[in-house]
């Protein structure tokens, strides 16, 4: 990876995965802004150089670019809290961090990408800390992260290596990204794509246990109101039903069938966005203050804000909280004999069966909890450092949220096709016009317990999770392509 290689998602997960690591061929952009920072300060006050930081960003060190310094910092700023941040996205916030440090707008010493491409190939566990980010960079967990780099702080499995022998000045440089909170959101983005891809099948399953009516699905219906994302979203339903479809039961269906086609393209749209303002952040330079060559000139800023970050996670939450309610709604149907003309519940014929009953209370709860976590967490605010940092976009919590409501959303999911595998059962179509169709081909493959007796539906769901939570090109499925 060169100093202007384009990091996208994808060859960032590659990298996560152990395709590879990032090796930065080309310092050069480092190196000159390093130099030039460390000049500069003779002439110029330099923000964390030159003075301290925060509220005592009006405090002129004795000595500028003092290592002792660039300890202090480190040492007071790595006050994380919480649970350890997961593998993968340590793993990703080393890439990003390299790839954004490569710009070289930090001025920052170029030995520590070498440091940071060391640690991601030992692959060495750090231990990073949730909680301590408002939005305006990661500085606790960048800060233990530099910590491990040095020497100070042990990985997870109690070791001590020195990756990285700071220079004076480097410090806060280094700290100053929020690539846990990239990392997290772009992990959003892949269950985003994985969500989207089971639960068009699923879907498409609930429809044909209901004989839903398939005319909202028409390119006439799309080109009527051309939004962003109906036409891949229309196709992508028509695709999971392939070649041979149903007859209709019903002129017009609830919401959970005829709406789905705007619902669907709302949170492809938002997960779109949400994996441009991803790259924009991986591929940036949001360092304060902004070390440029070209204009010979260090520019004190706030670029490191990312409210357009925030605004695209608490997007993508509240167009998954559309997906997951309809969702809902369709299970509900799945339960009417009127809809299904099959048993209430989907029971076993045995009077006063239960079939599914229960199964709504599980994905009713599971709906009020990722409504919760689509409650935007920008709508608060706070005000740190003696009244210095006075505005705080939560963007870390808003990944956070994202992750846990993508969680829930899975739940839901996982219990609608519980319920529309065993409506199918009852209703055979191993024998009739859609037994070839693409999304039996999916239901063939989730593990499914295909006794309808009534018994405890815990396992089922658990394992319908799981399966949920697949990446769809892992599993041996026909004419599944997205």
Known sequence: MTSNTHLTIE????????????????????????????????????????????????????????????????RSHAVGAGELVDDDTVRAALVIRANQLARGGAGISADVVTALDELLSDNARPAIHEVGSLGTGDLSQMAELALTLIGELPTQDGGTRTYWTPHGGDALPFISSSAFTVA????????????LDHSVRVAVASMRVTGANLEPFATAVQNARPEPGGHEAAARLLAAIGPRSWEAKRLQDSFGFRALTPVLAALLTARSRLAAAIEVEMNASPENPLVDVDSAWIYHNGNFHTQQLMMDLEAAGLALFGAAQLSFDRTMRLSEPEITGLDPFLSDSEPGSSGIMMVEYVTASALNELRIQAQPASLANVTVSRGTEDHAPFTAQAARQLLKGLEQARRILAVELLGAARGLDMIGTEDDSTASAPYLDYIAAAPLNHIRADRPLTDDIAALERFVHTNLGALPLKDMNR
């Open 11 to 74: 060859a960032l997960a590659h990298i996560v995965r152990g395709g590879g690591h990032p090796v930065l061929a080309d310092t050069t952009a480092m190196t000159q802004s390093h130099d030039f920072a460390v000049d500069a300060v003779s002439t110029l006050p330099v923000y964390g150089r030159s003075t301290g930081v925060g509220a005592n960003k009006s405090i002129e060190l004795a000595e500028s670019n003092s290592i002792d310094q660039d300890l202090r910092l480190l």
């Open 184 to 195: 997290k959101a772009a992990r959003a983005v892949a269950e985003i794509d994985d969500y």
